[in-house]
């Protein structure tokens, strides 16, 4: 599980940022909102997870002078700095990394307190368990994880295997809207009927009148290759009948692709960070997907979700521990987590009634006077 990531001079963060997802005592979080105005700097907190996604498990596949895909400050000429916490088991995990688009300036590895692996640029110092890592010649734009997956050494595979288990719609120009698409997501059904099968009842249980979803393989007859499909069936006068994915909502659409990520993460455990959470849904159907990661009988592998939102209204399905606010002045960006204000909100207040009131911050300062 993530218990903790954050860092400093990324994108519109210049003086750094920390996001925990702990909670009072020993819990850990399976639920966190980020929340702000327009352009505050949302997206660029999932950003962080992200990247570290892409570049710990893909940064091998990047050519020999090829740039990092991600921006300091301004693009400015100081290091970007990331880090993460995440425990597997009882026992807990830091990665920790300084770096320009140009290459990596260091790069640690941790057992709680206890280094690992320290990388200096191009220069590596190891732990005597891990002298096998020596065998790898280190690239400047290549995270020490991906290339020791290429070498085929298992070292450094849990933190590997964290980093794969996040999913995300975040890249580093922002929201790819199309992160998965219907046909995607029809041969991922038709491939594991367990997560069809829970679509269909999260859909059959928000009651929009589909009865059953059948997933069809056909041939494309201009490239002759296999073809997946969804027809959602209706009873309709004692007759069933069905309607094509394009005759759907768009509210049911963004579920029918999205929700076998949902079981996906769920079933197998991992990281689902979105951004825009609520865009083509309707209001009543936000608290069904955010159950999917709280019910402790449904979530039985700790699933998490990250995301961002602009429904206010979402804050009050939540704690305040699960929130974060993402306020900026002077074009800097800086967060907090709602537990962090003090007395401003009780426990007994709605915390939506607060945030609209603008007493939190994180709201867009709207000054339209065209008379």
Partial sequence: MLLEFGGRNFYSFKDGFQVSLREKGKSVSNLLAIKGANSSGKTNVLKALSFLEYFITSSFALKEDERIPLSSFFKNDEPISLYTIFKKGSKEYKYEIDLTNKGIINESFYEKDKLLVERNELNLTVTNNLEELKKIILRPNVSLISSAKQYTIHS??????FFHSIFTNVSENGLRSEFINYRIASKFYHDTPEALEFAKMVIKDIDMGITNIEIIE??????????????????????????????????????????????????????????????????????????LFKSKDINKTNAQLIFTTHNTEIMDKLKKYNIVLVNKEENESYLFRLDETGEI??????ISTIYNSGRLGGKPKIKLDYE
């Fill in 218 to 291: 056909d041939i494309d007859p201009e490239t002759d290759k296999k073809i997946f499909y969804p027809l959602f069936h209706y009873q309709v006068e004692g007759t069933t009948k069905t309607l094509s994915y394009n005759e759907q909502s768009s509210g049911t659409k963004t579920l029918f692709k999205h929700l076998g990520i949902y079981g996906k993460t769920v079933v197998d455990g991992g990281i689902l960070i979105l951004d825009e959470l609520d865009i083509n849904l309707h209001p009543d159907l936000i608290p069904v997907l955010l159950n």
């Fill in 345 to 350: 909100i009780r426990n007994d207040r709605s």
């Fill in 156 to 161: 450094l595979d849990i933190f590997y295997d």
